[in-house]
């Protein structure tokens, strides 16, 4: 049988690619309202290329933003159930500019794919599609049970598709997730993410007098807000990146002994990664922790704007009214996001001067996220990559959050499998987005693999 | 002679109000492009009131802003020279819909002319210019010489009269500046304002990483400026407002215990203040010090502004490139600006965190005023005004910088007489400005006195 998909999948070769340079041709640019009518061109397209595969109800489902694609095929009784999740919505160009060629005029160079959208996540996505149109075509059934759930608004948030997990468990119901939107640690080297970062995401906001002031006339007796938030911002984390919240760390689970092992192994240059990736005169954070386990197995706390009084070109002598702060942590496993804004909430408040009054708002919070490797659907993912790549497959972690990978642990109560075959050096979200073509015919031998594995086991 | 005075002032009465009233109906706001035409209209007003006064020599002196007026009446030989300061534009006048009357429809209400420029100083200035009128109609001559410099962009940061008066000293050479352009401490209570604080303004420039990165990719190896820039500056200064600058307070002259006294016996209610002017829950600032001590005699550092990363609505998860802040320090007698801004420089070096680069701009500086109340130009004004209000003169200082005249004591080396008819609610710079009418006429009577008291002294 694997002889069969990988035959089909090789005589398809140019067929496949003309398919997925139509896709990346829709600009579905979902933050745009001018690309609407591209992203419901783009949710149409995926319906119709699912339909042609074999899945059956295929359905658009209208939201409050861009709609959704459903389909199914379950036919494949006492067999495990996967779900299937992408996104046909991408970025915007900008700068248009500094693209080599056109974002929506997808151009092979290189062995790789260059247009926007082509490793995040429409390439990737589409790889489902075809590895069910192959074992459909080649064996006349799937060896499991697949649905397929595609949304048009993940790069402005997933609303929509958050809403419709958690209010349709039962139709959802599946024993398993496939998420293809990550990428390999290295050209080359089959790679597994396992566990994500949580989040809260907060807002300060600071209030002294009733309106602002001058500070020639009211400097050295009116309260600045800026100040207030400089001096609890920066006693909420030490000079040494020790976050100073109470309780902070305590429910922090580190990584395992076998697990930092395995990370020591990947091929991570330490001075490369500050260079190429950085760029900044040092690398920063906690004592004691390499840079990988900084980023993926311990928590942060970082600010990303502060905004009030004066942001203006020149001199301007106001003491604010009021200022704001958007300041967010990030989460590892075993720490629980409420628990954890509870305590940032009673710290900022223990930490306000005299004289100003400080409102916490939670803007949003996401769980983080842990898969064991010992866990066979995990395991079963891993054995389809080493098959596909003949090497063995690597587990590291990702130090950002993927909303939906939290809302389906905690609607579903299933393992996610994030085996994403993108690059270090794909650019997404910039100009000159690629994704390497091999990995696109190589990631739908894996995905056949994958349910092939998870028929047997 | 001081009753023919008295009766030409109350006899023009009605004159001089429809007079300031047409001065007060031209919007020559400085700042907006749109009103240009209304600058030239209120420059040539002035120009043609001064002549008409009997002042000589009266000119409009073009530059890369606003006009100049310039006048002298130099017929007094041996006597002191008065050069007479005043601006003729306007801060903007919104929000309009919060005026009872419209901004530039000067109305009468209550003893109170309502109009943009009443008090901020087109009511002031034209005071010198009313005094001018009556002793040369009444007298057919001056007590003293008298230069007049009028500029139009005050409300716009003064460039072109600084740099006027820097390369003009010859010509504008005097024994003292007189200028009316700030506030009695309280209703009927003569006052001199005989001290400013000065200011170093600058921009702290923070660098990170070479792009803006992902705090979820990024955050735990990556430098944050914003969180830097939070660091220094609430480093600079302590919990207790006392600014950790080494060196900062070394050339901090305290006042005099006599000048504290004066102070002390001040019409000065500090719940009311908190109350009425602030707002905030409490009052700030060094111990050990009363308000208006901090107000006027103690040097501040001040956050302004914190540019850099997200400043929308809602979240994003940016660790930004560059931050920048605008942080100013208001100086006394004795700080030098330059020694100051030197020490400002090296300290936030020494604060500037790892990974980080922070590069420091001088925006501004201005020299601290500080005059004797034995200085026989305060002492002439202090009579003047004790004269014309019948009640004894208190000194007041301000916190805020005039820089003109800390430009004028640096380049013509003369004192200054800042004689303000001004009261604490005649709401400058906001809507419904006013000026206490009878203090225009009190103005003139007692800007007359004065000069009469310089020519005797």
Redesign the interface.
């Known amino acids: 049988m694997s002889s069969a998909v990988d035959t089909y999948i090789e005589r398809s070769h140019d067929r496949f690619l003309q398919e997925l340079k139509a896709f990346l041709s829709i600009p579905s640019v979902s933050t745009l309202p001018d690309h609407k009518p591209d992203v419901e061109r783009a949710c149409g397209f995926v319906a119709e290329r699912l339909r042609a595969a074999g899945i059956e109800n295929v359905e658009r489902i209208p939201t409050a933003g861009h709609p959704l694609v459903y389909g199914e095929w379950l036919k494949a009784p006492g067999k495990p159930t996967v779900l299937c999740y992408g996104h046909y919505d991408v970025q915007p160009p900008d700068p248009l500019g500094e693209w080599i060629t056109p974002p929506f005029e997808p151009t092979l160079r290189n062995g790789n794919l260059y247009a926007r959208g082509a490793a995040d996540d429409k390439g990737q996505m589409y790889i489902h599609v075809k590895a069910a149109e192959t074992l459909l075509t080649t064996q006349g059934r799937l060896p499991v049970n697949v649905k397929f759930l595609i949304e048009g608004e993940e790069e402005v948030g997933g609303r929509a598709v958050d809403r419709y997990v958690a209010e349709n468990p039962a139709k959802l119901r599946s024993d398993v997730a496939l998420v293809s939107d990550t990428e390999m640690f290295a050209p080359g080297l089959p790679t597994l993410c396992i566990g994500l ?1 949580g ?1 809260v ?1 907060t807002e300060l906001i600071a ?5 602002d ?12 807000p ?2 207030g ?3 609890i ?3 909420l ?1 030490s ?1 040494e ?1 020790r976050v100073q919240i109470p309780g902070f760390y305590d429910d922090v689970a580190a990584p395992s002994p076998e697990e930092k092992e395995s990370w020591a192994r990947l091929p991570f240059d330490e001075a490369e ?1 500050l260079r190429e ?10 004592q004691g922790f390499g ?1 990988l386990e ?2 993926w197995a ?1 928590p ?1 706390l ?10 203006g070109e ?7 009214a009021k200022a704001s702060a ?1 300041v ?1 942590m ?1 989460l590892v496993p075993r720490q629980d996001p409420q628990k954890i804004l509870a305590a940032f909430q009673k710290e900022v408040e223990r930490l306000t ?5 400080v409102e916490v708002k939670a ?2 919070t996401a769980q983080p996220v842990l898969l064991s490797p010992s866990d066979p659907f995990i395991q079963a993912g891993a054995q389809a990559l080493r098959e596909t790549f003949q090497r063995p497959t690597v587990y590291v972690r ?4 993927i909303p939906i990978v939290a809302r389906i642990r905690e609607s579903l109560g299933i393992p996610v499998v994030l085996m994403g075959f993108g690059l270090p050096d794909d650019r997404l979200h910039s100009p000159n987005e690629k994704f390497h073509l091999p990995n696109f015919f190589a990631g739908i031998r894996a995905v056949t693999r994958f349910w092939e594995n998870l028929s047997e086991g």
């Open positions: 970062r989040m995401y209030s002294g007098a009733a309106q002031l001058h500070s020639g006339i009211f400097g050295g007796a009116a309260p600045n800026l100040l938030l400089a001096r911002i920066s006693q984390i000079p990146y990664f990736k950085v760029g900044s005169p040092a690398l920063v954070g906690q840079v900084r980023l311990r942060t970082e600010v990303h704007g502060i905004v009030g009084g004066f942001m020149g001199a301007k002598t106001v003491i604010p958007k967010s990030r001067p005299r004289g100003l009054r803007l949003s990702g130090g950002g959050s």
